[in-house]
């Protein structure tokens, strides 16, 4: 079927379609939520953290068209802040076979993430790896590469299907869940003594979340650089700036819900065996006020 150009006036009445129905869902959630309260408390360690407030993208009236702009922002940012890509592929090397092809599965991919990056600097480390992405809402049409493949079907991390073998991976993601779904995708990977990468691109810590004040700004240059590029995208950023304000609220409260290196110790201290080895630690990456927290489990002799 041939694809209609950007301009045309079908795909701009259907811009105007998705406007009233972002609208009515944002009615819908003003009255499921203006009666919420939130449980607040902070570690000990000095960082605030983790509130359970909402966020925007975790909800299920959450219009699609705005959750996959979210997403679509973060492959973008990525794209144009590489050093975060690099510092995580350094980690996922550690955990790959040398000399012969590896399989990463990718999960809560969203629109794809860094993976064509982390696969790129893979590459240039010597490493021969494709990747499969998978995620609960699926965005096929988000990433386009040689090396990887979409799953059409809804992925549930926490219960991972075991004919999809591969280095499990999460990016940005791991906080989303309670500390029991948390334990539950640690746990099944532990079980089936899969290989598990879980890194997170900011921490709970005051000057972290301090730093997201830039983010509507950034929101506001690259939306016209998000592919693929959707009339809607530009609707919800300049006309009906919502898209600025939920990446602010989301971004905000992901920082306060990323688990700390104390936290994740707390998670795998029960998923213990000889043959199976936990790493929790700290990337430092330049032009980031923070060390980023990651984890990796896997099976050793």
């Known amino acids: 079927m041939k694809e209609l150009p950007s301009s045309s006036p079908v795909r701009q009445d259907h811009a105007a379609v998705e ?138 991390a926490t219960q991972v299907p075991p004919m999809l073998t591969g280095v499990r991976t999460m990016f940005s993601a791991f906080h989303h869940f309670p500390p029991e779904a948390a334990q539950a995708i640690l746990r099944d990977a532990f079980e089936r003594r899969r290989t598990i990468c879980i890194f997170e691109s900011g921490c709970g810590t005051l000057l972290g979340v301090a730093a997201m004040f830039w983010v509507p700004l950034a929101v506001l240059a690259l939306m016209p650089f998000v592919r693929p590029f959707r009339w809607a995208y530009l609707l919800f950023t300049y006309l009906i700036p919502v898209i600025p304000v939920t990446i602010f609220w989301d971004g905000i409260v992901s920082k306060l819900r990323v688990y700390s290196p104390q936290q994740l110790q707390k998670l795998t201290a029960v998923l213990e065996a000889p043959d199976y080895a936990w790493e929790i630690g700290q990337i430092k990456v330049g032009g980031l006020p923070d060390r980023l927290p990651y984890l990796l489990g896997r099976r050793v002799p």
């Open 19 to 156: 406007s009233r129905v972002v609208i009515g869902a944002f009615i819908d959630m003003y009255r499921t939520h203006r009666s919420a309260a939130n449980d607040v408390f902070c570690d000990i360690n000095g960082g605030v953290r983790p509130w359970r407030l909402f966020e925007f993208g975790d909800q299920q009236w959450f219009p699609p068209i705005l959750r996959e702009a979210e997403t679509a922002y973060l492959a973008t940012a990525y794209r144009v802040f590489p050093v975060l890509a690099r510092g995580w592929a350094e980690r996922i090397a550690t955990v790959l076979p040398q000399g012969e092809p590896a399989e990463i599965l990718d999960l809560c991919s969203g629109s794809g993430g860094a993976m064509p990056m982390i696969l790129g600097e893979l590459s240039k480390r010597g490493y021969e790896v494709r990747a499969k992405l998978t995620d609960l809402h699926p965005h096929p049409k988000s990433v386009s590469h040689a090396q990887i493949e979409w799953l059409t079907e809804p992925v549930d």
